[in-house]
């Protein structure tokens, strides 16, 4: 079993959808959660940052952190096709810095 | 701030020769980096933690001997894949932060082909 789950995809939405993205963890020592996000042959672009449990948002993303049930999640509001990406989890159990990634969902906006 | 910048950016060689590859942290100090490899439609997977004025730690499965490390400065990590083969094509992707709380940048990554 993989330390941290994510379901590939592909994920396909009309314009202006609320995007739904999880993973799901089996190491209860990650403290730090994070999503990138990553274009097409270009290095991931960090999106959220959280450590802990609970809520963050920014603009039209909001993550958020379960530890109880070894559940985060991202949402993105008014999603829009400059949104197309793959988006990927990533967690850490010491400090932000050695990161296990899930595998990424890739996700497309369609105008 | 805590731009990243890994060049080049796509590399060619034949087999047998080395490649080396940049990453530099911008407009921050890092004390550590981490070089990561990543296969099409796959995820990104730690190959090494590059340490500033120490040797590699290398992730189980990772041939030190074949992917140099050296991390001479605060701003710059190398990686060098030694006597590269076909099998070594990837997406090489390093990474840092502007300190151990805060979290990871990426560099926008390295498309290596071997022929």
């Known amino acids: 079993q993989k330390e941290v789950e994510q379901d590939p995809g592909p994920l396909s939405v009309p314009e202006g959808a609320i995007v739904s993205l999880n993973c799901t963890y089996s190491n209860s020592a990650f403290q730090y959660f994070m999503w990138y996000r990553q274009y097409s042959r270009k290095g991931p672009e960090l999106l959220m940052y959280t450590y802990s449990s609970g809520n963050k948002e920014d603009g039209r993303f909001t993550a958020q952190v379960d530890k109880s049930s070894k559940y985060i999640s991202l949402f993105i509001r008014d999603s829009q096709p400059s949104d197309s990406a793959t988006y990927l989890c990533a967690m850490s159990k010491q400090g932000a810095q050695k990161l296990v990634f899930g595998q990424g969902t890739r996700l497309t906006i369609n105008p | 701030g805590a731009v990243v910048s890994q060049h080049p950016s796509r590399v060619i060689c034949k087999s047998g020769t080395s490649v080396k590859i940049e990453c530099r942290s911008l407009?921050?100090?890092?004390?550590?980096m981490f070089w990561y490899r990543q296969f099409p439609k796959q995820s990104l997977m730690l190959m090494a933690t590059s340490n500033e004025g120490s040797k590699a730690t290398y992730e189980q499965g990772v041939e030190k001997d074949k992917f140099l490390i050296n991390h001479a400065s605060l701003t710059l990590s190398t990686l060098t894949v030694t006597s590269a083969h076909p099998e070594d094509s990837s997406f090489y992707i390093c990474?840092?932060?502007?300190?151990?709380?805060?979290?990871?940048?990426f560099g926008n990554g390295t498309r290596l082909t071997v022929t």
């Open positions: 407009d921050f100090q890092a004390t550590t």
């Open positions: 990474s840092a932060g502007t300190d151990y709380n805060s979290p990871l940048h």
